[in-house]
């Protein structure tokens, strides 16, 4: 956030500026500030075909900045669209000292903003906490996959097959702009062509039993959508997740948010040219022909899906 004295707001020309936007040139108040968000969640929508008046969206909310944020945008949103159906899901891993506090800012936001609130946990589904999941792996001396590789997948999953018992139509994610560049990085490094094309703004149809998922916020910075929480006096959890240190996504988003601090705009060309050319990588990239997991019955591209792969590590 930028306070910037005795400068008008250029979008309505008569407020005074609190907000300078370094990509655009903007300087906006606070008003034009939150509905520049709004708008650029409703030109997202449109422009990757993301929502259908009737759907019935889950949401997921983790109790962060984005996810919040991205609730009370939907939640405004649906007002106007009497058709589709707004259902909150949060996923319990299963994190000492973190998730406890996410729950109830989860829990009392919806409640807010009259919003069923579903919650589910790896416990419930898989057995096991993330915390444990971590303890016995290390214990095995397994340390090839860090603790947000396990969480990514074991996540995805029961966010999938919660959404598939509300009977949402769409999954939709809090995924920002920088979450979106620093995926197509970390593919990039990885050498992952398929997942590369794979990443995005709405997934295939790949699989019956695979809700679509889309995420309104990724033309979003990540700081604007902890500033819209801001202005709108929304409760978020700002503590980080104590396994985040570990992964490399972490080392990429620092070195992108120095890049953007210097050459501001990088983070929107990256996610501009990846969407040019993923046309091409469409083309090259390996198909997944989905099956069902041969002990779940879930998806899956072979025939023990990587979930049940997972857990079989941790056993």
């Known amino acids: 956030m930028t306070r910037l004295n005795a400068t008008v707001c250029t979008a ?32 997202s929508i449109a422009k990757y075909g ?3 008046f009737d759907d019935r969206i889950a949401v997921a909310v983790s109790g962060g900045k984005d996810s919040i944020s991205l609730l009370h945008v939907l939640a405004e949103m649906e007002r106007h669209h009497t058709r589709a159906s707004l259902v909150a899901i949060t996923v319990d891993e299963g994190i000492k000292g973190y998730r406890d506090e996410a729950l109830e800012i989860a829990r009392a936001n ?11 946990s790896f416990r419930e589904l898989y057995g096991f906490t993330l915390d444990e999941v971590v303890a016995r792996t290390r214990q095995k001396g397994e340390r090839e996959l860090t603790a947000c590789a396990y969480c990514g997948v074991l996540r995805r999953r029961v966010l999938n097959v919660a959404a598939r018992a509300v009977n949402a139509s769409k999954i939709a994610t809090a995924h920002t702009l920088d979450d979106e560049v620093q995926t197509i990085l970390l593919n990039i490094f990885h050498g992952d062509v398929s997942r590369l094309s794979k990443e995005k703004p709405v997934t295939d149809e790949a699989h019956p039993k695979f809700v679509q998922k889309v995420k309104p916020f990724c033309e979003v910075p990540e700081k604007e959508t902890a500033l819209y929480a801001y202005i709108k006096g929304v409760k978020f959890q700002g503590t980080p997740c104590p396994y985040a240190s570990e992964a490399l996504r972490n080392d990429i988003r620092v070195m992108l948010n120095r890049i953007e601090e210097k050459h501001a705009g990088t983070k929107f060309t990256i996610f501009n040219s990846i969407g040019r050319i993923r046309p091409a990588l469409d083309e090259i990239a390996k198909k997944d022909d989905f099956e069902e997991c041969v002990e779940c019955g879930e998806p899956a591209s072979r025939g023990l899906c990587k979930v049940c792969q997972m857990l079989k590590q941790v056993d």
């Open 12 to 43: 309505c020309k008569r407020r005074e500026a609190f907000f300078y936007r370094p990509y655009s040139g903007e300087t906006l108040c606070k008003r034009c500030f939150a509905e520049s968000i709004e708008a650029k969640v409703r030109a």
């Open 50 to 52: 993301m929502l259908n």
């Open 110 to 120: 919806c409640k807010k903003l009259g919003v069923a609130h579903h919650i589910v």
